[in-house]
């Protein structure tokens, strides 16, 4: 079993509005801006009461409407997308940290967790991730880092301490001379770590695992010729010494 309570998570930070006053000499432009004012306004109530899912529904549709001007039109527009983009993540902050909320506490109370409860919290982790690059590939803006690194930070630190605790497993089948099914663990690990965003953990547990694959490869052909090579030569002196 695992402690998971020394466990550190980094902190979600949320954000304040920024105040939008935004003026064009395009006369399309100055009409969307004009147009999207209310929505905007609406949008903005919506986040100060922490009804963040319907402020979103506000500003992504200011989005949509500047994703229908021409390109040049959308260059003009790009400052007041860019904040508009601001707000969208600034909603998302505050909806994954009262849902990152609810299971770091959770997480940070398990002394001894089983690798299928770590699984758990990391499935919950994955879920909350999964969710938010769905959203922003919906609505055609960037991953954040920030609030992506605070979510892949989490499933990162259950991910590396489970995997390792099966590596352990697959260390020992090594050392006992079951390479084959080492290897098929070593690879099931590997699988999962070079599923997840390539951080730095992740990269550098691969590159660790990616070895221990080779070396479990290599002394696995050797073992067994060495035993073939064996059994021809056992064989060999007992086809000899019929012949005397």
């Known amino acids: 079993k695992i402690?998971?309570?020394?466990?550190?998570?980094?902190?979600?930070?949320?954000?304040?509005?920024?105040?939008?006053?935004?003026?064009?000499?395009?006369?399309?432009?100055?009409?969307?801006?004009?147009?999207?004012?209310?929505?905007?306004q609406e949008g903005d109530e919506y986040f100060k009461k922490k009804n963040y899912d319907l402020a979103?529904?506000?500003?992504?549709?200011?989005?949509?409407?500047?994703a229908r001007l021409a390109p040049e039109k959308q260059a003009a527009v790009k400052k007041y997308k860019d904040e508009?983009?601001?707000?969208?993540?600034?909603?998302?902050?505050?909806?994954?940290?009262?849902?990152?909320?609810?299971i770091d506490p959770k997480v940070k109370a398990e002394t001894s967790a089983t690798p299928a409860k770590i699984k758990e919290f990391a499935?919950?982790?994955?879920?909350?991730?999964?969710?938010?690059?769905?959203?922003?590939?919906?609505?055609?803006?960037p991953v954040n880092p920030t609030i992506e690194s605070v979510i892949v930070d989490r499933?990162?630190?259950?991910?590396?301490?489970?995997?390792s605790y099966e590596e352990k497993k697959a260390d020992l089948l090594y050392e006992t001379y079951k390479f084959s099914q080492a290897r098929k663990?070593?690879?099931?690990?590997?699988?999962?770590?070079?599923?997840?965003p390539q951080t730095k953990a992740y990269k550098d547990y691969a590159?660790?695992?990616?070895?221990?694959?080779?070396?479990?490869?290599?002394?696995?052909?050797?073992?067994?010729?060495?035993?073939?090579?064996?059994?021809?030569?056992?064989?060999?002196?007992k086809n000899f010494q019929r012949q005397l």
């Not at 902190?11 to 004012?37: A, C, H, M, Q, W």
């Open 3 to 40: 402690n998971l309570s020394n466990i550190t998570l980094k902190e979600v930070t949320g954000s304040d509005l920024s105040v939008l006053n935004f003026k064009s000499d395009d006369t399309t432009v100055d009409d969307l801006i004009k147009f999207s004012k209310e929505t905007l």
């Open 56 to 66: 979103l529904k506000d500003y992504e549709s200011i989005l949509r409407g500047i």
């Open 84 to 102: 508009i983009v601001k707000r969208i993540d600034n909603c998302y902050i505050n909806i994954y940290n009262k849902a990152l909320g609810e």
């Open 123 to 141: 499935g919950s982790y994955e879920k909350i991730l999964l969710d938010y690059h769905g959203r922003i590939k919906e609505i055609n803006v």
């Open 155 to 163: 499933l990162e630190k259950l991910d590396i301490a489970n995997s």
């Open 185 to 196: 663990e070593y690879d099931k690990i590997y699988k999962l770590i070079t599923s997840r």
């Open 207 to 237: 590159t660790k695992l990616q070895s221990k694959i080779n070396a479990t490869k290599e002394t696995g052909t050797s073992f067994v010729d060495n035993r073939v090579r064996a059994y021809c030569s056992l064989a060999e002196k």
